[in-house]
């Protein structure tokens, strides 16, 4: 294996047409066939687990456990073996409730050439006026993150619906523009390494499915790889587009990601 495919996506629960929507999410995912996803708004109870319904009975499933009441919350899935798994809670401050916002952390064990991956699902506040909170929980997250690799060395990705766009300080934090209680991290957005300066909006007023006329924050799902002492992200992003974005894939509020990745190699060691 030289490289991995990388999904993420907002379900949007089972809300309008699910069983349409369900068919729709099952051709894709099969087509696309990603190697690691991450989903938010999932649903999971001790009844129904909807990531079921539409992924390939080969993904190793993990869902976040403190989720809210109606069983929505985030979940992972890997074709590769999963070892410990790490959840983050982001009620951070007072404001941060009736929300199942977390940080799901996998271990991925990778073949090699690539070896171990951290995985965090990210998926922090979502109110427009939460900026404040959305870089607590950024931060929080980071150094469990730093803390793990310290521990298992490996590769760091980060991805899911953060709420924010590029040039919030919690985005700035994330790509290393930014500190945040005198820590400092830096990780390599895929879509801006493949497409700089082009428009990566995955939540848009266009949107069949979206309730939100004017919505500031456009650019709001990320996936984004740690980078190292030098030479960029430790895994090369070959590939980042929009998935589940055309009028016959459009399934959510929102459009999804996925990323093509690679070992990196410095030009001295080609």
Known sequence: MTNLKIATLNVWRTRGDWPARREV???EFAELGPDLITLQETVATAEYDQVQEFLDPAYQVIHQVAREADGQGVTTASRWPVGRVEEIDLHLTTRATDFACTALVTEILAPEPIGRIWLAN????????????????????????D???????GHVLVAGDFDAEPDADSMRFWTGKHVIDDLSVCYRDAWSSVHPGENGDTFVPG??????????????DYILVRCGPHGGPTLAISDCHRIFDQPATTVSDHYGLLAELSPATRPDDA
């Open 147 to 153: 803390d793990l690799l310290a521990e298992d060395p």
């Open 122 to 145: 990210h998926f922090p506040d979502w109110q427009l006026d939460h900026e404040h909170e959305r870089r607590l929980q950024a931060a929080a997250t980071a150094r469990v993150l």
């Open 25 to 27: 999410l099952r051709r």
């Open 207 to 220: 949107n069949p499915h979206s309730a939100d006329w004017d919505w500031p924050y456009r650019r709001i």
